[in-house]
């Protein structure tokens, strides 16, 4: 498995400014832009509420824990973890954008 990047390396990678705070990991969902906000698991029943914004995605301190979860909730194969940094008036998700064409959530905003 690889190092997980640092919250500096991420920075600088995607050019963001040193001031923004690193507030984890989310599980985001391409196809349909949204994030995993709520999930419970047990022998008998997975039980996943989405929803559009990142600011409610439930985070996770550490990209092996995220990984952990995707596995445990069998969503390897349509979602993906990615890192989200505030950076005051918004909050940046580095995520794969929407397979399907633009995105149908309102609160998408690409940057370039």
């Not at 990047?5 to 050019?15: A, L």
């Not at 196809?31 to 996770?60: C, H, Q, R």
């Not at 979860?69 to 989200?84: F, H, M, N, R």
């Amino acid at each position: 498995m690889a190092k997980e990047p640092s919250q500096f390396e991420m920075k600088k990678q995607f050019n963001l400014p040193e001031d923004a705070v690193f507030l984890g990991w989310v599980i985001h969902h391409p196809e349909n832009d949204e994030y995993v906000v709520t999930y419970t698991s047990n022998e008998y029943m997975t039980n996943i509420g989405w929803g559009l914004s990142p600011e409610k995605a439930k985070k996770f301190k550490t990209l092996k824990k995220t990984n952990s979860v995707i596995s445990d909730l069998e969503i390897g194969d349509k979602s993906e973890a990615a890192p989200a940094f505030d950076l005051g008036k918004t909050i940046v998700v580095l995520a794969e954008r929407p397979k399907n064409g633009p995105s149908a959530n309102p609160l998408r905003t690409v940057f370039n």
